[in-house]
């Protein structure tokens, strides 16, 4: 089953090669009969991009963290550009994965404010097709059924959000202030709950070392949405040339550091407190391992506060760092609002101990931090799907209890180990081997191969503190 994923996981979002007739997608010579609006009658409100999970009755229901998934829907209505009387539907990701095979989507037709789709389910029967129908229940989302009753999904309407933002590469670069960094264009997915307000409480997303949100963006982000609290996933990789395909983890690490992705979020959270339908005092930021470094770090007053001056602006009302990689804190200045840590127990690679240390700094500093560690959960244990088992993987960095690194008040990062000190601001990547102190650091810090992946009960109770944090804190 994990082969069948792994497979899926390398291939590429792309749209199908095939061609369009009345405004209707036909797979060969497979036609239907049902006459097709054509784009000038078709209502404007279902052009966009459409993003949701769907379940099925033979799998069960997802549930707060759960895992219990039939796939994730992506889709992409617009106008052909290439005749404007067409309608057509781009796949970014249809049931994807699907545990079972590739399911493909034969044909389709957009009404006024519905579709129909219809797939082709991963087996060689011919005639194993399935037919979907979706329809708008609000503006903002497009609830969805097969033609059976047995599958639904809720699609959320994605807004595009564009923010500047400067971005320094390391602590002591925000401490001149930031406006001579450089600077990038920020984008992002804004999505609502199905519940009516004026405004809504905001949960910014932070990707992780891959690039990704390992489809969190989709469970986790539904369980958000149905608390009430819209989410807004944030793609720092994009800008700095990076993606999927070349990762951060993958020696890119200096390219796009969290300090960095630290500085996305605190602009995200400066734009979005104009946004018209956004409670500008209810914003809270979560992030997964790389990202969760990064929405830990925005506490830390030399990083908030050339971006975010309290006096005029808002803080984050709620952070949440799950598996982030902690720093040990000489004392500073820190945000005196809630941020809470979620580890894992065996986690090598972001050790639940820094994290546990570095919310008691927090706290000696005048801080509210708390910390959740999880029994006999590793790394990245709120896997997506139940499917996903803890394993070994080369492909995730291990440490040991040893490889601290530690940030002073002025801005400067260091590695200690008792009386040995390494200046990390006197390397412009992390490759430290010229120092004299490399062969105890690459000791206890430089190895690959960990156990990592999902921990059902872990990520069940990581959802639901989630879960209950938002209520406390943005609700």
């Not at 993987?393 to 590695?415: E, H, I, P």
Request: proline content about 3%.
């Amino acid at each position: 089953m994990r082969i069948i994923i792994t497979l899926l996981l390398l291939i590429p979002s792309l749209s199908w090669g095939l061609t369009f007739k009345d405004g209707q997608q036909v797979d060969g010579n497979e036609k239907t009969e049902d006459k097709v609006l054509k784009s000038e009658e078709i209502s404007s409100d279902i052009i966009g991009r459409w993003r949701g999970l769907a379940n099925c009755e033979w799998n069960g229901r997802y549930e707060l963290g759960n895992g219990i998934i039939e796939g994730v829907i992506d889709l992409v209505i617009k106008k052909d550009k290439k005749d404007p009387k067409k309608v057509i539907i781009k796949k970014e990701k249809w049931l994807w994965p699907s545990f079972g095979g590739r399911v493909k989507i034969k044909s389709f037709k957009v009404n006024e404010n519905s579709f129909e789709i219809v797939s082709k389910e991963p087996v060689d029967d011919k005639d194993n097709t399935r037919k979907w129908f979706g329809k708008m229940s609000s503006n903002n989302h497009i609830e969805v059924t097969d033609e059976w009753n047995n599958c639904d999904a809720l699609l959320y309407r994605a807004e595009n959000v564009k923010f500047e933002a400067f971005t320094p590469r390391i602590p002591i670069d925000f401490i001149d202030g930031v406006e001579n960094d450089q600077k990038y264009t920020i984008e992002g997915f804004l999505t609502y709950p199905q519940e009516q307000k004026e405004k809504y409480p905001l949960m910014i997303l932070i990707m992780n070392s891959a690039c990704d949100f390992g489809q969190r963006n989709f469970t986790l982000g539904q369980d958000i949405k149905k608390a009430g609290v819209a989410t807004l996933e944030i793609d720092s990789c994009l800008p700095r040339g990076l993606s999927i395909y070349n990762m951060i983890i993958q020696g890119n690490s200096s390219k796009l550091t969290p300090w960095m992705g630290a500085a996305d979020a605190l602009y995200g959270l400066k734009h979005m407190q104009s946004h018209p339908k956004i409670d500008p005092e209810k914003i809270a930021v979560m992030g997964f391992s790389w990202g969760g470094s990064s929405a830990v770090y925005t506490g830390l007053d030399m990083i908030r506060k050339p971006i975010i001056d309290d006096e005029n602006l808002n803080d984050f009302a709620l952070r949440i760092g799950v598996y982030p990689y902690c720093r040990y804190l000489d004392k500073q200045g820190v945000t005196k609002n809630k941020i809470h840590f979620l580890t894992g127990e065996k986690d090598e690679t972001t050790p639940a101990l820094f994290c546990k240390d570095m919310a008691k700094n927090f706290n000696d500093f005048g801080g509210n931090a708390t910390i959740d560690i999880f029994p006999n959960a590793h790394h990245n244990f709120d896997g997506w799907s139940n499917w996903d088992e803890a394993e070994f993987s080369n492909q995730w960095f291990r440490v040991t209890k040893n490889c601290k690194y530690w940030l002073a008040a002025d801005g400067k990062r260091t590695w200690r180990m008792e009386d040995k000190v390494i200046h990390l601001d006197n390397y412009d990547t992390w490759d430290v081997s010229a120092d004299k102190h490399y062969k105890d650091y690459k000791k206890e810090c430089e190895h690959w191969g960990v156990v990592e992946g999902r921990n059902n009960e872990a990520a069940i109770n990581s959802a639901k503190k989630t879960i209950s944090l938002l209520e406390e804190y943005l609700m």
